[in-house]
């Protein structure tokens, strides 16, 4: 068994040993658990039960909502309470779309405020000057909060194949059923959940930008007999982050060049057949990799994605729907009814 590193944020300010595990957890390991992040344990208990009516509900009653997205290809937004859909909820639909959106945003903002208070934390264990990370990639990053459903996933098949995350950090909770795991030195180790904290794993971008010194981290997600939830958030840069390298982790270039050769590609939810990084801004890699990349995606897991971003960014995306609502009707929602299955963009 594997000792993953356990860091109470309240603890951080006052004890070096804290931040020694987030040292371990940030370079060498690329995941690790958070405590005291912001949500009550009965908050995240409700939060469970209102996801669980959400994906359980009956066919009518996802009809129902389906009728409220049928224009939006992609995602289910319950974010915004001015708009149509919010307006235009049938009053006879059984599920609390308020409550659900009221507790939905608030994770959301909690999960957003830790990740980029780990930022900073990350800034200080590197040494660097403070903001260069949050100011350099994250002044208004791209930001989404999944509930993924695992409908008992059949023998033989992965929840989610391995894979790396995109973004700069994922902030997950899980339910307790288990069977996350991650690869740690080529071996793969449970992650059991522990209850009220929250998993923290680096990603592709964050390790872009510091040559590799903080540890992008694989994980997948084992079959199991029941069925399972976790709400991932995903912190990506800022749209119009510079694809630019920060020069104080040079040092590890080639041992990164080294390790980007040895890799398989497609490895993030994207599809990145001989990526260079290059110059430009995220949003010129988004658009190349990931916007194309559902056809690529379709098969990486077994579950039902329900996605939650801010509206100005859903405003930004907008073209990106417009485009998958031109793709063949096969590629949009295959065996879903309201939920698109293992087929997100903003997420992984
Ligand atoms: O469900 C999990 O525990 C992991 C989910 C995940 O890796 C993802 O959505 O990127
Ligand atoms: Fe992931």
């Not at 070096?16 to 957890?25: C, I, K």
């Not at 945003?105 to 260069?132: C, H, P, V, Y």
Request: proline share 4%.
């Amino acid at each position: 068994m594997f000792n993953f590193p356990i860091i109470d944020l309240n603890k951080l300010e006052s004890s070096s040993s804290e931040r020694e595990e987030l040292r371990r957890g940030l370079t060498d390991v690329g995941f690790f658990y958070v405590k005291n992040w912001g949500l009550s344990e009965s908050e995240l208990q409700e939060i469970e039960a209102l996801t669980r009516e959400v994906f359980t509900a009956s066919d009518a009653e996802q009809k129902k909502l389906e009728a409220y997205i049928r224009n939006m290809a992609h995602s289910f937004y319950l974010f915004d309470m001015d708009s149509e859909f919010i307006q235009k909820v049938d009053p006879n639909l059984k599920l609390d779309i308020k409550r659900i959106d009221e507790k939905f945003w608030k994770m959301f903002l909690a999960m957003k405020n830790t990740g980029l208070d780990l930022l900073t934390w990350f800034e200080k264990i590197f040494s660097l000057q403070q903001g260069r990370l949050r100011e350099q990639f994250a002044t208004d990053p791209v930001c989404c909060l999944h509930g993924n459903y695992y409908d008992k996933t059949p023998k033989g098949e992965w929840g989610i194949e391995s894979h790396l995350d995109k973004g700069l950090i994922t902030l997950l909770y899980q339910d307790q059923t288990g069977g996350l795991e991650a690869e740690y030195e080529g071996k793969w180790y449970p992650i059991p959940p522990i209850e009220g904290s929250l998993i923290i794993n680096l990603g592709r971008m964050l390790e872009y930008f510091t040559y590799g010194v903080a540890k992008g981290a694989w994980h997948r997600v084992r079959a199991h007999k029941t069925d399972r939830i976790s709400w991932p958030f995903f912190l990506n840069p800022s749209f119009d982050a510079q694809f630019a390298r920060l020069d104080e982790f040079k040092s590890n270039e080639a041992a990164f060049t080294d390790l980007e050769k040895k890799r398989r590609i497609n490895v993030s939810g994207t599809y990145e057949p001989g990526t260079t990084f290059g110059s430009g801004t995220y949003r010129d890699w988004h658009n190349k990799y990931v916007v194309n990349a559902d056809e690529h995606r379709r098969n990486r897991g077994h579950l039902k994605i329900w996605e939650m971003e801010e509206p100005a960014k859903a405003e930004v995306d907008g073209p990106s729907f417009k485009s998958l609502q031109a793709l063949p009707n096969q590629w949009k929602q295959p065996n879903s009814r309201v939920y698109l299955n293992g087929s997100s963009w903003g997420g992984y």
